[in-house]
């Protein structure tokens, strides 16, 4: 390749074959071309200022940039060859990268699922960023790529490997990738967008993809938007969260959020966060095994998801044994929870706006708590249809408990309801229930 620079002939060749390891091929003389900078991978100068590119179809591959495991920061090549590129294949490898990489719209970045790993140290722990306000970003791809978060950075905060806080986004896809943290120093997340105020979003999909040990697996932040629903149509499903403090949090002014059969496991905060102004979001078909303050935790703003029709769906959700932990939903104005297994040392928390909510079909045990369900100032719920159970607790009070003068009008029946002492369910200040054709373990009706 240096010879190539270097040429200064009469008459120059058509074409020239590039032997350098890992940038061979041929490369064509473009004579109408006097601009394209000298980027090694696809298109070399000479000294006369000669254009020669790169002849190939399909991906770039970053080695021929210079991207190399030898390479002490890959960052520069690599963005290099992002620039350079519409789709980029990095080769099987580990990498040291202490430069982060901007990213543009139109752009694919691709690896071997499980044979490409990024090493982030240093004061590095961000992989792929963009920050442009101005910049929209379009038609976007991070696929196959593994990373180790070993930053020395003192850092708390939402950035991570893959962090977009600026633009408006649309069309992006995450998957198959995978992301271990483990800088003592470096609290970061694995994902992080961000929609600023005047900017959209739409179409976003991360999936499949595995985290260990981040602040947040993923983050959707668009809080106090003064337009809401700005973001839109966002899928976070079959991604693998491990002890990270959040493992998915959606927080902020969206419209259609679905976050489908994940595994959440030890993740020390929240497994799942709704918060903002959600609208038409659904929790469905998610595991959970371990600890966590709170499996999920509803906290949305004024009203919750439900101000238009009915609010979030959450289905099809279970623990994996007993979960250390509760399940609190605060302002799930208009919610329905049905069909879910959650069994846990926790209750079902309700509180805020969580008015008109319907709980259906569920199987709702405490293996610790004194109560299963705790209500309080929320009325007009439903509960039917659900087996509901603290069997296992000497020391029970009341397997329901309802409090406040806003808890009224809530009504349950054709439950299951098994208790080991105490009673069955209560109300005080001011709470009011119906409660009809409900039965114990055995199917004996429940006089209360």
């Not at 520069?76 to 992002?82: D, G, I």
Request: glycine share 10%.
């Amino acid at each position: 390749m240096n010879q190539l620079r270097s040429l200064r002939v009469a008459a120059a060749p058509d074409s020239i074959y590039i032997t350098d390891p890992g940038k061979e091929g041929v490369f064509r003389l473009e004579s109408t071309d006097t601009k394209s900078p000298d980027n090694t991978g696809t298109t070399v100068v000479t000294v006369d200022g000669l254009r020669y590119k790169r002849d190939f179809v399909g991906a770039a591959n970053a080695s021929w940039f210079g991207v190399s495991p030898e390479d002490n920061d890959i960052g520069p090549e690599l963005q290099n060859a992002v620039n350079s590129s519409n789709e980029v294949i990095i080769p099987d490898g580990e990498y040291t990268q202490l430069t982060k990489v901007i990213i543009h719209s139109n752009l694919a970045i691709r690896g071997n699922p499980g044979r490409v790993k990024l090493k982030l140290t240093g004061d590095n722990y961000i992989s792929f960023q963009n920050y442009w306000l101005e910049q929209n970003l379009e038609n976007i791809t991070i696929e196959g790529i593994d990373w180790l978060v070993a930053s020395t950075a003192h850092v708390d905060g939402s950035y991570g490997p893959i962090t977009f806080d600026g633009p408006s986004v649309k069309n992006l896809l995450v998957q198959n990738c995978h992301s271990v943290h483990t800088s003592p120093t470096a609290r970061v997340n694995f994902f992080f967008l961000k929609v600023q105020p005047g900017k959209v979003t739409d179409n976003i999909v991360v999936t499949k993809n595995s985290v260990t040990g981040a602040r947040m697996g993923v983050e959707f932040l668009s809080q106090r938007q003064p337009v809401p629903y700005l973001g839109k149509n966002i899928t976070v499903s079959e991604n693998y969260m491990d002890n990270c403090g959040f493992g998915i949090s959606i927080a902020g002014s969206f419209v259609n959020a679905a976050v489908d059969n994940n595994y959440l496991k030890n993740c020390p905060t929240y497994g799942v966060e709704f918060a903002g102004w959600l609208h038409s979001s659904r929790l469905a078909n998610n595991r959970f095994e371990g600890s966590f303050a709170a499996m999920f935790s509803g906290n949305w703003e004024n009203d919750g998801d439900g101000t238009v029709g009915e609010g979030t769906r959450m289905y099809g959700n279970s623990t994996v044994g007993t979960c250390n932990g509760k399940w609190e939903i605060r302002n799930g104005f208009n919610m329905i929870m049905e069909n879910n297994y959650i069994n846990m040392t926790g209750v079902l928390a309700l509180s805020g706006s969580t008015n008109n909510a319907q709980f259906v079909g569920n199987t709702l045990i405490s293996t610790t708590q004194n109560k299963v369900i705790e209500i309080n100032d929320v009325g007009n719920l439903r509960f039917a249809n659900n087996y509901i159970s603290n069997e296992s607790v000497p020391n029970n009070w009341f397997v329901i408990w309802m409090n406040g003068g806003a808890a009224t009008n809530n009504s349950f029946y054709n439950n299951t309801i098994v208790k080991s002492s105490g009673n069955y369910i209560g109300a005080g200040n001011g709470a009011s229930y119906s409660f009809y054709n409900n039965a114990d373990r055995n199917g004996a009706m429940i006089n209360q």
